[in-house]
């Protein structure tokens, strides 16, 4: 059974970080790719962050280039998103999920506010 579970979602001031994890289960996590995407209130959820298997290559979503910073730990089955500069815009659901297949996370809430 595969499983994906997140955490380090939070409420933070704008221009603040937060750091979100995703540990997976059930699954050969060094050959797959992996996703973050994120659901705004009354939005469609979007990808906001890819990366290879290898950890090598990453793509972001147009908003959060040079804000975001995806990576992964092969050995510890986990995949990060690292958030600066935070704006209220960024309000959101966040998901973790395997690339190509249709695992995802639960989900964890992430809330930019004053």
């Known amino acids: 059974q595969v499983q994906l579970v997140e955490s380090g979602g939070g409420l933070v001031q704008p221009g603040g970080s937060l750091t979100l994890s995703c540990t997976v289960s059930g699954i050969r996590f060094r050959q797959v790719a992996m996703d973050w995407y994120r659901q705004a209130p009354e939005k469609q959820r979007e990808l906001v962050a890819h990366i290879a298997s290898g950890g090598t290559i990453t793509n972001y979503e147009d908003s959060v280039k040079g804000r975001f910073a995806i990576s992964r730990d092969n050995a510890k089955s986990t995949v990060y998103l690292q958030m600066n500069s935070l704006k209220p815009e960024d309000t959101a659901v966040y998901y973790c999920?395997?690339?190509?297949?249709?695992?995802w996370g639960q989900g964890t809430q992430v809330t930019v506010s004053s």
């Open positions: 999920k395997v690339s190509d297949l249709n695992y």
